[in-house]
């Protein structure tokens, strides 16, 4: 970012163009400490009336942003061009599918059942105590501070997975604009306003806090009115979140997706008679979108022999073929150059790097090898680099797949490619992988996760702070809920949902 400095003017800043390093027009004031206070004040009022409104007026208020974004596509797309150097396919379709997340959330809540209401009727004649009529039912937390992901200006943003989910279970959102798109931000937060005016909400129910740095972030989380935190982001920037959150006189829950290395297993029947399309679809994976995805295939567990060796160097040609792609902004970039030399001092061998580039934020494709038995020593080996890397590392025997697995970190997928007679001797290596991953995949690859009710995008620490939970599909909501027992009520004070 650049800041402006003009003399006695609120500080501002500008977004910066990552293909050729030009600040964009216009300025956009940092959110002051006194705004922020009001931010959540407002939010807090907000929530009173919010949470109590039928699920089918906030339906209402959710499908109304989807059309808005829809409708502005056109200007969300080249504004988020300029500022994140992704190309227009790829925004137009993450506009689309933040759109369908927000109709996906308002068709769930359009009738109670997603509330999961229990009734457990009480009998005034048990003895020797009578039994009291209890009846649970889910409630929205309150006021929700969403922080947007500099990766994806829509779909993990101001309108985003986190947002849907927040509004969808009744809480007011506070949006955090990532610092490298705040001109798309604050296209997207006057849709979301829009929509929210249109369809008679309560003031407050959404807002937007910009800032270029750390400070209106931290400030936020600090906020008293805040009751739960939603990141996507790296694991040093949702450990200092969660720091925050635990240190409040009211500690609160903060959902934090924070990356994974994303290994991918391929067992050696699949290497011998699909090596080449493996590699294929592999390069496509690990580089794809210049790698900058939560869910890029970091590490490949490859089998030693011809058919690894084989299917090594196709995926090398392939990588050495590949281009350098602009990066998201120059920080990201800086990153990706720190990770590519941490292999290197661990002991990775490079097999092959893609053509460079001179552009600012070039990121180019690397491939690197290592043997399993050196990861295993080395932990460094295994930290996700955020770019288009991969790290391939040799096995030479079955059992080391297990132990592999048994040490990892928490991760938010692990893949099997593997041919259908090699898998029924792979259910112990499941079983592992389902203790250290959220989504566990069968000859496809993590990149590309679908957006629907059985989705689990999470995992166990340090792929997320919670692995109870998910960032995509619909139980994203339960995070921002608790449950509330009620005994001995009459009929007229429960909520609609336990009065059957």
Known sequence: MTRAAEPGAARAFRAVDPTTGEALEPAFAVTTPGELRELGRRARAAFRRYARLPGHERAAFLRAVADGLDAAADELVARATRETALPEARLRG??????????????????????????????????????????????????VAVFGASNFPFAFSVAGGDTAAALAAGCPVIAKAHPGHPGTSRLVADVVLAAAERTGMPAGVF???????????????????VKA?????????????????????????????????????????????RGDAIAEDLHASFTLGVGQFCTNPGVVLLPTGAAGDALAARLAELTRAGQAGTMLNARVCELYQQGRERLRAAGAELLAEGAASAGPTAGT???????????????????EVFGPSTLLLRYARAEQLLAFADALEGQLTATLQAEAEELPAQAELVEALADRAGRLIVNQFPTGVEVGPAMVHGGPWPATSDGRGTSVGTLAIDRFTRWVAYQNFPRELLPPALRG
């Open 94 to 143: 993450e506009v689309s599918r933040t759109s369908g997340q927000l109709r996906m959330f308002a068709g769930l809540i359009e009738d109670d059942a997603w509330l999961g209401a229990r009734v457990d009727p009480g009998d005034p004649a048990r003895q020797p105590a009578p039994k009291p009529d209890v009846r649970a039912v889910r409630r929205p937390l309150g006021p």
């Open 207 to 225: 807002a937007l806090a910009l800032d270029d740095g750390h400070a209106v972030g931290a400030a936020l989380v600090q906020l008293p009115e």
């Open 229 to 273: 935190v939603a990141f996507t982001g790296s694991r040093a920037g949702g450990e200092a979140l969660m720091r925050l959150a635990a240190a409040r006189p009211e500690p609160v829950p903060v959902y934090a997706e924070m990356g994974s290395v994303n290994p991918v297993f391929v067992l050696p029947e699949a290497a011998r008679r």
């Open 365 to 383: 494709p690397t491939l690197w090898q290592a043997p399993l038995d050196a990861a295993m020593a080395r932990p460094e080996l295994l930290t």
